[in-house]
């Protein structure tokens, strides 16, 4: 059965540094999303990519984050400059066209220092 | 008044019970609604959609009134197995529509 991948499982960074959390989408899935977690809280909404562009954000997303299809596999999220409140689950999830459901990858645990 | 609302529980109920979660939400123009299950620290997995005429999958039954913004889950003869976490989730309108998460109803199922 496919499923989205992330990568790494597990990020440790110091603030201020950048970090890249890595994402496989299913192959045939157009819609990409990322969400985060913090612990102890529910899933919030950071960003959904289609067609090569932003399709909404939150305000969450501001201007420390980005995302990017680099290739036609890959779909990344870029935190510049990290700060504590940072520090969560980050989910990756894609969606087929056509489709409704949305599937979660396994999670980057980002933790920082 | 919170975008998805849920009773966190937890709700603690011996093997074999019969458990029903709710969950409210606010936006009247939502599109599409579920429930995901999430085990600690795991992701979000799908449960099942849910449509107006209801729908069941094996001992899982969700409902949707959108008269009440309401959406429920029913869990019968509970297994160990399904102590997790309950997401509510409702997708909002448009192409690329983000989902809107409840923070969840946890359940526990004892011997």
């Known amino acids: 059965e496919p499923e989205v991948t992330q990568t790494p499982s597990h990020q440790v960074t110091q603030m201020g540094q950048e970090v890249i959390l890595r994402c496989v989408p299913i192959s045939n899935h157009l819609y990409f999303y990322w969400y985060r977690q913090i612990l102890g809280q529910k899933v919030e909404f950071l960003v959904s990519?289609?067609?090569?562009?932003?399709?909404?954000k939150s305000e969450i997303f501001d201007d420390q984050f980005s995302v990017e299809r680099p290739d036609g596999s890959n779909f990344t999220l870029k935190i510049r400059s990290t700060k504590l409140e940072d520090s969560a689950m980050y989910f990756c999830a894609s969606r087929a066209s056509g489709g409704d459901e949305q599937y979660f990858g396994p999670g980057t645990r980002l933790t920082v220092t | 008044r919170k975008e998805v609302e849920q009773d966190p529980g937890p709700f603690n109920v011996p093997e074999g019970a019969t458990v029903a979660f709710n969950c409210t939400y606010s936006n009247s123009a939502s599109q599409s609604f579920f429930w995901y299950r999430q085990d600690c620290r795991k992701e979000p997995k799908l449960l099942m959609s849910?449509?107006?005429s209801g729908n069941e999958d094996g001992r899982f039954t969700a409902q949707l009134n959108r008269a009440s913004q309401y959406i429920s889950l029913l869990i019968r003869d509970s297994k160990l197995s399904d102590s997790a976490t309950y997401l509510c989730?409702?997708?909002?309108?448009?192409?690329?529509?983000?989902?809107?998460f409840g923070t969840g109803t946890r359940l526990q199922v004892t011997l």
């Open positions: 849910v449509y107006s």
């Open positions: 989730v409702v997708r909002s309108t448009g192409t690329a529509s983000k989902l809107t």
């Open positions: 990519f289609y067609n090569n562009e932003i399709s909404e």
